[in-house]
């Protein structure tokens, strides 16, 4: 274990700022900058008083791995943690759904009034709620890897009370979502055979299609808060979770999914500009998210 990798461990324990231990040590910020990335190593006095700073020898410092000890973490903080995570997730995919919605309620608009402004609005639409979405997975992302790696095992434990609270209303909560999608698609199903038989236009179809969306996008964004707050009550789940983390199947699924992701903007993208299909264009994202959902399942089947 490099003394780097134990110097970063210790002062986000602590919670020491680099420009604070700077400050206790007599050096520069640069300096103790420099010695967590391992540019540069400090010298013995530095050591010594590292030790008195963190309460460890000089032994555990240079050659232990303190990583492997187990950070305290209350309730309370990894509660926080866990309920801004989730909140941010589920508010991810739902900015990205609710944008293909808005799109093609905005493309019925066009199709109803010969509006062309409306092609603009709604494929800036998408953009927009497509870079909000995004920038909630990648900033809130970052900020979960960083607290894991702080927490590298949590050791608490609800109120028992607590925890049958919440199962009770995640049990409740997951039934009706459930079958909120499967109504979701009985509407669609439903009122595009009504709309077939009395040969309806194709705004009415961007109308149909974007209630759709819009619902459905609500219903997938609460099965997403709800089981990342399952994760949050069950801490043996997340310790697990974060032991899996870092293997090769794990490394794999990251790699399919970020693929087909990117690749499914890709191809919305040229079927917009080029072939002019932003309408049927936005399958793709839904369509993604199936695939990953079905890479997940069969690695983390083959992981077991």
Known sequence: MKLSENLHYLRKRDKITQEELADRLGVSRQSVSKWETGEAYPETDKLISICDVFSVTLDELVRGDLTSCKTPTDAAEFGAHMNTFSKSMAAGIFLIMFGAALFTALSGVALAYGMEIMDVLSVTAVLVFVAAGIFLFVFFGIKHDNFKKEHPEV????????????????????????????????????????????????????????????????????????????????????????????????????????????????????????????????????????ICGIVSAIINAKGD
């Open 155 to 290: 050791d608490l434990a609800f109120d028992e009370r607590e925890v049958k609270a919440f199962t009770k209303r995640f049990n409740l909560a997951i039934a009706l979502l459930v079958t909120g999608i499967i109504a979701d698609v009985i509407f669609i199903v439903v009122l595009s055979s009504i709309i077939d038989l009395k040969d309806g236009s194709d705004a009415l179809y961007c109308y149909v299609a974007a209630v759709f969306l819009a619902v459905f996008a609500c219903l997938v964004g609460g099965l997403v808060y709800y089981g990342i707050q399952r994760t949050k009550y069950n801490v043996s789940e997340y310790n697990k979770q974060i032991k899996k983390e870092g293997t090769a199947r794990s490394k794999i699924k990251e790699a399919v999914c970020s693929a087909v992701m990117m690749f499914g903007a890709a191809l919305f993208l040229v079927l917009g500009f080029v072939g002019g299909w932003w309408h049927p264009g936005w399958v793709v994202f839904p369509v993604g998210g199936i």
